[in-house]
């Protein structure tokens, strides 16, 4: 009865919200775990404090690739008009 | 003073824009359904459209010209703020996702207001969404209308009723013309656009200021702020900056015109690959434009005026012609926002307004008519407010994007993936929000050191899974 697009549906939102817990956690903790200190005796990595390096930079090329990750392992297709539903 | 080869590549993107709107036009003419093709490009957009668009649409003058001229002033903390939008690229599309796309093609929606009038089955629900939609978006496309005159006046030289007469002819022309497919496709160049000026200033201001490391070194010796997550002035508490995350990342599930473009794409591989190519694009726009902001400081110092330090900067350290290109990037973001409010304000005036209430037995030939004529008069009216802008439009446009967002989020959220969600939830979940936003915005901004959509959204959220629990709670008992 239940349409079965639906579950999958369902599942991958899930996984959005999941992305953005992990997003907002490797954002927040890096910024404010590294960068609360003297901004003087920060260390630096490529130029860049290093708190900025890990929270803007390899935070966000890590939840590119977690992202594109997730789309691979998780994400299925399924047709999005009513008439193919027997598959 | 006018630098022709400046001015060049700006006339050549023009053109080409126009020449999309003239081949989008062919299509419109040959659809069988116009609705469909007009206002949603027929469903057919693949992955690489979905995300330009998406991108496109969201980017918009805030990010090419008020964003770095705010990290000028504030330094790195205000690149860790605009970093909460990445989300933007991937949540949206993988919350609304599938199941909407499902459910508008089962609804046959053409527009968000359609999917919420056959969701909840009231007709108090289209109202309010009509009129917030027209009413916001009016307000904000006359903004960014008013920027775009505004950076052609500031470029060329012209004067500003000049500036904006080219600006609202190019738009207007090609989105009446080709609607929700040209566009999309115009959105596509103008995304590319985007991204490659970012690229380019973004090395060529690095080049300029001798390497990251000389320039961090000149702003940790101007003021060592510049450097922490807190702002130069220590403003950015991480309660604030945070609470940025539901304004620009999450709620914008909710603003009607980012909506509208997860039910336009063809199938499952466009959404996916769509996710992947749009978080990549806001990432590096988001991070890029910010991060100039900042480096910027060492490298053209003592600008007094947030708004120009974009400008001034690609005219400093990059060649003409290069110049020219990048300068594209901010006209491009302006135009791709304009042209998605205009198709979304029209489509909500002749899909929502006349064809539910007006005359709901129209014509396939008087829908085109009305389609293309209010498409044209709200253009004209936007270009007429824009040359004197009233005070009361300012205001509206200051609501827009929160306020939308505590109207829409939930009826949209809840509306797919809660079965008890029912009408008398989302009316009053978003009468809550809108009246709550507007009230705190204009009495207490910032309220509890969280941006003014914070509250709002919760009681929003709230007052939805109450209302909708008790009256489902009664409508079982009868």
Request: aromatic letters at 12%; charged letters at 10%.
């Amino acid at each position: 009865m239940r349409d079965a697009r639906f579950k999958i549906a369902n599942r991958e939102a899930l996984i959005g919200v999941v992305l953005v817990i992990i997003n907002f956690a490797i954002w927040f903790g890096f910024a404010y775990g590294l960068g609360s200190g003297d901004p003087t005796e920060y260390t630096m990595i490529l130029g860049f404090p290093a708190w900025f390096f890990y929270s803007c930079i390899a935070g966000t090329i890590f939840m590119i690739i977690l992202i594109w990750v997730a789309i691979k392992v998780f994400f299925k297709d399924v047709p999005f008009t009513d008439e193919e539903e027997d598959i | 003073m006018i630098h022709w080869q400046v001015i060049f590549p700006l006339i050549i993107f023009l053109i080409i824009i126009f020449a999309i709107g003239f081949w989008a036009n062919k299509q419109v003419r040959n659809s069988e359904s116009f609705l469909q093709e007009y206002f949603l490009g027929g469903r057919e957009m693949g992955g690489f459209l979905l995300a330009m668009t998406m991108m496109a649409t969201y980017g918009s003058a805030s990010s090419f010209i008020g964003g770095p001229g705010v990290s000028y002033n504030l330094g790195l903390g205000w690149v860790l703020l605009a970093m909460a939008q990445l989300p933007a690229g991937y949540f949206v599309l993988m919350i609304l996702g599938k199941k909407f796309a499902i459910i508008s093609r089962r609804y046959q929606a053409i527009t968000l207001i359609d999917f919420l009038k056959k969701r909840y089955n009231s007709n108090i629900v289209v109202i309010i969404s009509a009129f917030s939609i027209i009413v916001f978006l009016f307000a904000s496309m006359t903004a960014q209308w008013v920027g775009g005159a505004r950076l052609i006046e500031s470029l060329t030289g012209l004067n500003y009723t000049v500036a904006l007469l080219i600006f609202a002819v190019t738009v207007l022309v090609y989105v009446i013309i080709g609607g929700f497919r040209a566009v999309a496709l115009t959105d596509a160049l103008q995304g590319t656009i985007m991204i490659i000026g970012t690229v380019v200033l973004l090395i060529g201001t690095i080049i300029a200021g001798g390497g990251i490391n000389h320039i961090m070194d000149a702003l940790l010796n101007e003021n060592p702020q510049m450097l922490s997550p807190f702002g130069s002035d220590g403003s950015l508490t991480p309660l604030y900056v945070s609470t940025f995350w539901i304004l620009i990342g999450l709620g914008v599930i909710g603003l009607p015109q980012i909506a509208v473009r997860a039910m336009s794409y063809k199938d499952s591989k466009s959404l996916h690959r769509a996710i992947l190519i749009g978080t990549i694009g806001i990432g590096t726009i988001m991070f890029g434009m910010h991060l100039i902001g900042v480096l910027a400081r060492p490298v053209t110092p003592g600008i007094e005026i947030a708004d120009k330090v974009m400008p001034t900067l690609t005219l400093e350290v990059l060649p003409p012609v290069l110049a020219g290109i990048v300068l594209a990037a901010p006209m491009a973001a302006i135009m791709s926002t304009v042209n998605a409010l205009l198709m979304l304000v029209s489509s909500t005036v002749v899909k929502d307004v006349y064809l539910n209430f007006i005359n709901p037995k129209a014509t396939d030939s008087q829908i085109k008519a009305r389609s293309f004529w209010v498409t044209t008069i709200i253009g004209l009216a936007v270009v007429l407010l824009s040359l004197n802008p009233p005070e009361l439009l300012i205001m509206l446009n200051l609501f827009a994007f929160g306020g939308l967002e505590s109207a829409f989020l939930w009826a949209v959220v809840f509306g797919l993936y809660w079965k008890k969600a029912n009408k008398y939830g989302a009316i009053s979940s978003m009468i809550v929000g809108l009246v709550l936003y507007i009230a705190i915005y204009q009495f207490s901004p910032n309220m509890w050191g969280m941006h003014s959509v914070t509250i709002p959204i919760l009681a929003s959220l709230v007052t939805f899974v109450v209302i909708s629990l008790v009256t489902h709670y009664k409508s079982t008992l009868n």
